[in-house]
């Protein structure tokens, strides 16, 4: 089983330009793109977060059951559902500005235990921002990975929500020891001001980096360094593409059973190099279509 722990919310995406064009909600939050990507690509999964009782809450369960996701770690609350609103460039890339203030899921608690059969827990975005739910994720990132469970990070950078930068990137280090996997794009990483080698000496076994169409690069703490191109595709947005890029990471670290840091350590250049290519097509699949819908196994199948 692979826990997506993480916020889930309602994106309100633009049909149009300009600050009046009509906004239609589509489900999403990073953590629960990734939790429906990895069902739709087979893998047991559950989803832990905190869900609003409101409308849009019942309908981002309901994909979640739909697509096979264990929701029995979510918790429930009377707060409304979380928005962002997003605007698309001419380039298909998307930002984002948030409606968090007393929302549902930012309240969530550590809960008392995992499933038990949990492999791995995925970690990222707003969740791990915003109090008072950050500090309950990064407990439960901790505890998981002082108990031996494999760790994915993806920071997946929302300057706009975080209030002090510098104290964010300290935080960020301080989870690391607790990481064997981090994810980021290199637009994070230059945010945050690191270099995937000095992450890898604070914890992680291995660091991905994603730059978009230009492909995913891979770095392991025994040297080694592994890159493929993007996939080439019409692009209509980019929404999701980055959650679907963890899901498929973890998806073919199970189907390997490399979800340990031995595990990464034994993948070698031909592993790293099929698994970085499957995320690849996996996320061209999500940029062809509008919105955040990953593929299914099918559909990647050579």
């Not at 794009?185 to 230009?214: F, I, N, Y």
């Not at 070698?268 to 299914?296: H, I, K, M, N, Q």
Request: aromatic share 6%; with cysteine; proline share 5%.
């Amino acid at each position: 089983m692979i826990v997506v722990a993480g916020e889930a919310l309602i994106d309100l995406v633009p049909q149009g330009t300009g600050a009046l064009a009509a906004l239609v909600p589509a489900l999403g939050g990073g953590p629960y793109n990734t939790a429906v990507a990895l069902g739709r690509l087979g893998s047991a999964t559950a989803f832990c977060s905190r869900v609003s009782y409101d409308a849009f809450g019942e309908a981002l369960l309901d994909r979640l059951r739909r697509t096979g996701v264990d929701v029995s770690a979510v918790q429930r609350g009377a707060e409304p559902t979380t928005l962002a609103v997003a605007t698309v460039g001419a380039d298909g890339s998307a930002a984002y500005s948030f409606y968090v203030e007393g929302t549902a899921d930012r309240l969530f608690g550590t809960p008392a235990a995992l499933p038990p059969d949990t492999r791995a827990v995925s970690f990222g975005t707003c969740s791990l921002v915003l109090e008072p739910g950050a500090s309950a994720y990064e407990e439960l990132m901790r505890d998981a990975a002082a108990r031996g469970v494999f760790t994915a990070l993806d920071p997946n950078i929302r300057a706009g929500l975080i209030a002090d930068p510098d104290a964010y990137r300290a935080r960020f280090k301080s989870w690391l020891p607790s990481v064997s996997l981090l994810k980021l794009s290199a637009e994070d990483a230059e945010w945050l001001g690191g270099t995937p080698r000095e992450w890898l000496a604070a914890g992680p076994a291995a660091v991905v980096v994603t730059r978009g169409g230009a492909g995913l690069t891979a770095f392991t703490r025994d040297g080694g360094e592994y890159a493929v191109p993007g996939e080439r595709v019409e692009v209509v947005d980019t929404i999701g593409a980055g959650d679907t890029v963890n899901a498929a990471l973890l998806h073919g670290l199970a189907v390997r059973d490399a979800l340990s840091e031995r595990g990464l350590g034994a993948l070698g250049r031909d592993g790293w190099t099929e698994l970085l290519r499957f995320a690849a097509r996996a996320a061209a699949v999500t940029c062809s279509r509008a919105g955040a819908e990953p593929p299914y196994a099918a559909e990647l199948e050579d």
